[in-house]
Every structure is written in structure tokens, then in C-alpha cells.
């Protein structure tokens, strides 16, 4: 089966401007999470989606950062205007399901991520 | 506040030994815990799972060890191969809420 798609893979920025990046989850996967990376930690949840909608978005710094899931399907994870420190991996991911449903135990496949620098 | 914690940031092990991979949890409620395996420029790529109502899986040459007392896991890998260098991570959740994850180990075996 074909894995997380993102794109894109690296890009650079000035802090104050704005990035978007997006994100393919594997086909017939109901939950979608964009994860931060910073360097020398591990992957921190920013949200969470079930189908198109959210389930939990309670560390997502909502004044600059936003997402979207169209359709229940792809997602866009939005930065604006970015500041030095989201310089990070961020982590799209996806699984079966979440939320004491039959496949609430499940987990979760990522993709490789895209890599942000603000300079 | 760290959730999960991963104490031993490097290790490294001979080529044919054992890999003992350790990760410690606060929250009594996390019941199902992962082990994740990463290269450098990749995505984390799950490795193997276990539910707290056990205590040991195995799949393969990996093999993930619950201490629920000790709120503690391992992760065991036998016989250690220069392949499996990469960095780990052990993630933890209590059913339907999100995964918490340790900073992670690097692992080095060494030929």
C-alpha cells in the first residue's frame, strides 16, 4: 500500500512570511495528525483529525497556525506568519481509527516529513 | 511535562548482541504503548505494539516488554544488526486520546 505522502520536503522562510505544507494520508485511513519535530525531541501532536473533523487541537498555537482536512481526505497545515521557533520537522500522519472504536488501538504510519526553516 | 522519557539519548552494541532499548511513562492511564524506528531525513517507522493487558510481544527479532508497576518498557532486539541503526522512539496513549512521545535513542550497532 502506498505510505503518508508529503510535500514538500524542505523549505526555507523568513520569520513574519508564511508556509503551507500538505499532506496524503493511506487510503481509507479515517484519522490524520500533523505532528512538530524539534530537533533533539520527540514528535509533539498539533492536531488531530476523524474524518473532516477535529478531534483534538488543544496544543496547536491556533493565533498562527491553522488546518484543514477537505473532504476528509488530504490536509493542509498552515503557518502565518512563522516565527524562529517553528523551525522543525513537521510529521503528517495517519491510522485506521481512534476513539474507542474498533480500531481505537492501532498505529499510526507516518510520512517523512517536511522540514521547515525560518531564517 | 514529559509523559514519556527515553533517559539513555545513545547506544551503542555489537554486531550478534542484545539491544536493550528503555523507555519510562508517568501517566497510570496510558494503555497501549509503541515502539517507532527512524532514519535520518525519514518519517518514524512503527516497529512494534503492545497492549497493557500484556506484558510481552514478539515479533521477530524484536521483542517489547510491560512493567506496569514499574510503569516501564524495553525494547529487545536479538541478534542486533548494523541495519537496525537508527533512532527509537516509545510512544504512549490512553485508548482514543493522542500518543505522547519519548525524545528518543540512538541506537549504533557496530560490526
Known amino acids: 500500500e502506498a505510505g503518508v505522502a508529503q510535500s514538500p520536503r524542505y523549505k526555507i522562510i523568513e520569520k513574519r512570511q508564511s508556509v503551507a505544507f500538505w499532506c496524503n494520508p493511506i487510503?481509507?485511513?479515517?484519522?490524520l495528525y500533523w505532528y512538530q519535530q524539534i530537533l533533539g525531541q520527540g514528535p509533539k501532536l498539533l492536531i488531530q483529525?476523524?474524518?473532516?473533523?477535529?478531534?483534538?487541537d488543544s496544543q496547536l498555537p491556533k493565533d498562527r497556525f491553522s488546518a484543514e482536512r477537505l473532504k476528509g481526505v488530504d490536509s493542509t497545515l498552515k503557518i502565518q506568519p512563522a516565527k524562529l521557533e517553528d523551525s522543525a520537522v513537521y510529521l503528517c500522519?495517519?491510522?485506521?481509527?481512534?476513539?474507542?472504536?474498533?480500531?481505537?488501538?492501532?498505529?499510526?504510519?507516518f510520512g517523512d516529513g517536511t522540514r521547515l526553516s525560518i531564517l | 511535562d514529559q509523559q514519556v522519557k527515553q533517559n539513555s539519548p545513545s547506544l551503542s552494541v555489537q554486531e550478534g548482541r542484545i539491544s536493550i532499548l528503555n523507555c519510562d511513562y508517568t501517566?497510570?492511564?496510558?494503555?497501549?504503548f509503541l515502539w517507532y524506528k527512524k532514519y535520518p531525513a525519514e518519517g518514524p517507522t512503527f516497529l512494534i505494539s503492545?497492549?497493557?493487558?500484556?506484558d510481552k510481544n514478539e515479533d521477530g527479532r524484536f521483542t517489547v516488554f510491560l512493567n506496569k508497576s514499574a510503569k516501564h518498557l524495553s525494547l529487545h532486539i536479538v541478534p542486533s544488526q548494523p541495519g537496525d541503526s537508527a533512532v527509537y522512539f516509545c510512544?504512549?496513549?490512553?485508548?482514543?486520546?493522542?500518543?505522547?512521545f519519548g525524545t528518543g535513542t540512538s541506537l549504533t550497532v557496530i560490526p
Open positions: 500522519a495517519s491510522s485506521l481509527g481512534s476513539g474507542g472504536d474498533a480500531y481505537s488501538n492501532q498505529p499510526q504510519h
Open positions: 487510503s481509507g485511513h479515517a484519522t
Open positions: 483529525f476523524q474524518n473532516n473533523g477535529v478531534v483534538d
Open positions: 501517566n497510570s492511564m496510558f494503555d497501549y
Open positions: 503492545i497492549s497493557s493487558i500484556k
Open positions: 510512544a504512549a496513549s490512553a485508548t482514543g486520546n493522542q500518543f505522547y
